[in-house]
RNA sequence: GGCGGGGUAGCCAAGUGGUAAGGCCGAGGUCUGCAAAACCUCUAUUCGCGGGUUCGAUUCCCGCCCCCGCCUCCA
């Protein structure tokens, strides 16, 4: 039984889809405003939803996933002004490098990646505004743009808890909008600007630009239906975002728009907020440029909980590499040991399903990663007294393999290029004759080639220096 | 002020009303000509503080302290 906290009800629920035959399973996932390069905060929620979905298919579901980009806001036009591009091409190389970036940390390719700007995304937004507008939930305020009455939707606050009654304005909050009916109104078309420039589509409320709220209800609607299954987002988004896409969704629709609501909890870096003033801003790239894989950055973001605020540091992905190696050479050992003999079927692993048992739980990552260790621990245990059979240990790479696809943090595979090759059959040779000044000097100088080697029982092992 | 998350060994971090998973670091050992980023073993009489309930609490209740987040467009 698979469970999730859903923060709606703020309780720990089971999970079933609303798939009669209970297998598909519509989820949408907030992505990302490609504005500039996405940094590793955003790339944690990626990752969780990640593993969400390859957990879901190891437990045998279709995940069918969306995940938006948005390519127009306040953030792009501004940014795109700064640097004199067109809107369009200007978010078009931070979309590609959101692409690489997610190719870099293994995240599974969502089916739909609809971008706020398509035709037919303005289109359905603006026919869900309409109708807004005929239901007298929206109105067009003096500055021409349209907003939508939160006083018409009666469980507005019920995601994020708030009584809105209560809430005490905070400085973020322009109390200059006098246009709007009511301070908690949110804009669903922004009317156009001297800001905006070029930016602009028209609308029967004039030429405008939709506003942010209005992209996911629209994209998520059109594409999945009146209603999906599970949304996530990092939590900053539950208020007032994902509580905006209730309303307009299910003022629309007239249907529950989603029965799960799942939020990631912010990382700190080095015990603080991640800000750029503070110089601890960090996108993948800048992780990469200081020699870090993708899976080693994957598995330092993926291995606490989701609902945790995860405190980045050098020191943790210090943490990530070394265990990663573990994983490593416990790979290779069974390798070695399983050779082409076929997977013995009749050995079951001990902590099998114990791993996937423990995502089931709200994706208790650390749960699962220590039963992964148990059995790399004890079957390292018995290859150490030869006690375990080839048969075995292939079948131990059988269940890695259900493993891996969930946690995607096998080490690439390395080709020993021949200059390599060549220098290990001449060391071999001297260790032969235990001339072992010369096999030393041949391990230095594959060493200046970028790769390790270490003696073993079964001889010469070499792998790809840790840069 | 309101709502929420968290305080478990040097670091990261699970967990349960019955006596503390796992990872990193460290120590010891094994293998090795040496080396190794390898393997094994060990490493919290104790779970922020003070009360209470209980045969027994880290786990339940009450009070307190500290850290962090959100409260109208930041993953």
């Known amino acids: 039984m698979i469970r999730f906290l859903n923060s709606l009800t703020r309780k720990l629920e089971k ?45 045998s579901f279709m995940v069918q996933r969306v995940m938006n980009i948005t390519d127009v806001d306040d953030k792009t036009i ?30 599974k390719d969502a089916q739909f990646y609809p971008a706020a ?4 995304n303005i289109a359905q937004m603006i026919a869900m505004i309409d109708e807004l507008v005929k ?50 109104d949110f804009a669903l078309w922004k009317a156009w600007d001297a800001e905006d420039g070029l930016v602009g589509w028209d609308s029967p409320w004039g030429r405008g630009r939709p506003g942010w709220h209005i992209e996911c209800s629209a994209m998520a609607t059109r594409i999945l239906g009146p209603q999906i299954d599970i949304h996530c987002g990092g939590v900053d988004n539950l208020f007032p975002h994902h509580e905006a ?19 990631s909890a912010h990382l700190l870096v080095e015990g603080q907020k991640m800000s750029k003033s503070l110089g601890n801003f960090y996108t993948i790239r800048d992780l990469v440029a200081r020699g870090f894989t993708g899976r080693e950055i994957r598995y330092a973001l993926l291995c606490v ?27 290779q050992r069974l390798r070695d040991l399983a050779g082409n003999v076929a997977a013995d079927p009749a050995f079951a692993p001990a902590h099998s399903d114990a791993f996937f048992a423990a995502l089931d739980d709200d994706l208790n990552i650390s749960a699962a990663l220590a039963e992964l260790f148990e059995q790399i621990r004890a079957t390292n245990r018995l290859m150490d007294s030869n006690q375990l059979e080839s048969g075995e240990a292939a079948a131990l790479l059988q269940w890695w393999q259900r493993v891996n696809q969930v946690l995607q943090i096998q080490s690439d595979e390395e080709v020993v290029p021949p200059e390599v090759q060549q220098l290990l059959e001449a060391r071999a040779a001297s260790r032969a004759s235990k001339d072992w000044q010369r096999s030393d000097a041949l391990r230095a100088k594959i060493s200046e080639l970028g790769w390790f080697v270490k003696d073993t029982r079964d001889g010469q092992k070499v792998t790809k220096s840790i840069k």
């Open 15 to 59: 999970f079933e889809p609303i798939d009669p035959t209970g297998k598909q399973v519509k989820m949408y996932t907030c992505g990302p405003t490609v504005y500039s390069f996405a940094h590793i905060g955003n790339f944690r929620t990626y990752l969780f939803e990640d593993l969400l979905q390859r957990h879901l298919e190891a437990r």
């Open 135 to 184: 239901k007298d939930i929206a109105y067009q305020a003096e500055d021409g743009s349209v907003y939508f009455r939160i006083n018409r939707f009666a469980h507005y606050g019920q995601l994020a808890h708030l009584d809105l009654d209560e809430l005490r304005p905070s400085g973020r909050v322009q109390s200059d909008e006098y246009e709007k009916e009511n301070l908690g």
């Open 78 to 107: 501004r940014n795109s002004r700064i640097a004199g591009v067109p809107l369009q091409e200007f978010t078009k190389q931070f979309t590609e490098a959101f692409f690489e970036d997610m190719r870099t940390l293994r995240i």
């Open 245 to 263: 896409e209730i309303a307009q969704s299910e003022s629309c629709t007239g249907k529950k728009f989603v029965r799960y609501w799942l939020h």
């Open 305 to 331: 909980n989701y609902r945790l605020q995860l405190n980045f540091t050098f020191d943790g992905m210090t943490q990530a590499r070394q265990s990663l190696l573990r994983i490593d050479e416990w790979l």
């Open 117 to 120: 700007t398509e035709p037919e």
